[in-house]
């Protein structure tokens, strides 16, 4: 039988720590370890004792979390962290791009229910030093204030599946399809499905290497091998992997702006 999962609370406010506490309490298999009203006190906790999962609350007086997230990824064996926020959809976005759970405050149940059985699948995997390498990731990516909304452009997509986390460059990938909540990122060889909307992913992508084309399509600028006429007044792009892609008339002028182009023919 494996061992309960050990986790350590860090909220600077007293009915923050009872509702983790008391969510926590339903979830079998896990143990509150300690609880700490500041990031200060869960440093010293975790010097003294080692935990398997945070639930860390980012706006924190004297010092966010943010930094206490970046000394733990450092470690070669870091614990699954849960960002606790009450933060605004862009930064919700940048954690769920890069594979990172969160909880927005208040949560219910079945949002704490999915983040906890995330945090016990990376637990329990052997990929220890790959979830360490997820967050520093993200935190390479922005800066220590409360708002931890990335600085720079994504340089490679974090998937995750049940227990296991996989990277891929975004230079890898020659165009990306919406699926809904989840993503298709096609690269030369295979095609991968990534939970995070089409709208959070464009946010983060670096603008002059990818351009939207269509509400369920974006593509590499240097992937475009031509812009043709599909039908009456619709558009495809065709790819230099082969691939076509839908265009829509909302994008369509900026499209042939990058092309250089004012009236493209078949």
């Known amino acids: 039988m494996?061992?309960?999962?050990?986790a350590l609370i860090v909220d600077d406010e007293a009915p923050g720590r009872i509702n983790l506490r008391l969510a926590l309490r339903n979830v079998p298999g896990w143990s509150?370890?300690?609880?700490?009203?500041?990031?200060?006190?869960?440093r010293a906790f975790l010097r003294q004792q080692p935990v398997d999962a945070i639930f860390l609350d980012i706006q924190m007086p004297e010092e966010t979390g943010v930094e206490l997230a970046r000394e733990v990824?450092?470690?070669?064996?870091?614990?699954?962290?849960?960002?606790?926020?009450?933060?605004?959809?862009?930064?919700?976005?940048?954690?769920?791009?890069?594979?990172?759970?969160?909880?927005?405050?208040?949560?219910?149940?079945?949002?704490?229910?999915?983040?906890?059985t995330y945090a016990e699948s990376m637990v329990r995997s052997r990929q220890p030093g790959a979830y360490g390498a997820v967050l520093r990731d993200y935190l390479d990516q922005v800066d220590a204030s409360a708002t931890p909304i990335p600085e720079k452009h994504l340089a490679r997509f974090v998937v995750r599946s049940t227990g296991t986390v996989e990277?891929?460059?975004?230079?890898?990938?020659?165009?990306?399809?919406?699926?809904?909540?989840?993503?298709e990122l096609h690269t030369a060889h295979r095609t991968v499905l990534h939970r995070a909307t089409i709208g959070s992913v464009e946010r983060l992508l670096d603008p002059g290497a990818f351009i939207r084309v269509h509400r369920t399509a974006i593509v590499r600028r240097d992937g475009i091998a031509a812009l043709s006429v599909t039908g009456d007044g619709t558009y495809a792009l065709d790819l230099r992997s082969g691939a076509q892609v839908p265009v829509s008339q909302r994008?369509?002028?900026?499209?042939?702006?990058?092309?250089?182009?004012?009236?493209p023919k078949v």
């Open 2 to 6: 494996d061992e309960p999962i050990r």
């Open 32 to 42: 509150v370890a300690g609880e700490c009203s500041s990031a200060a006190q869960a």
């Open 73 to 116: 990824s450092r470690e070669e064996t870091p614990p699954v962290i849960i960002f606790v926020t009450a933060y605004d959809e862009f930064a919700l976005e940048a954690f769920e791009v890069h594979a990172l759970d969160y909880l927005l405050k208040p949560f219910d149940d079945a949002r704490f229910l999915r983040a906890t």
């Open 167 to 183: 990277f891929i460059p975004t230079t890898e990938v020659e165009w990306i399809g919406s699926a809904g909540n989840y993503v």
């Open 251 to 263: 994008y369509l002028k900026g499209l042939r702006a990058v092309l250089g182009v004012a009236d």
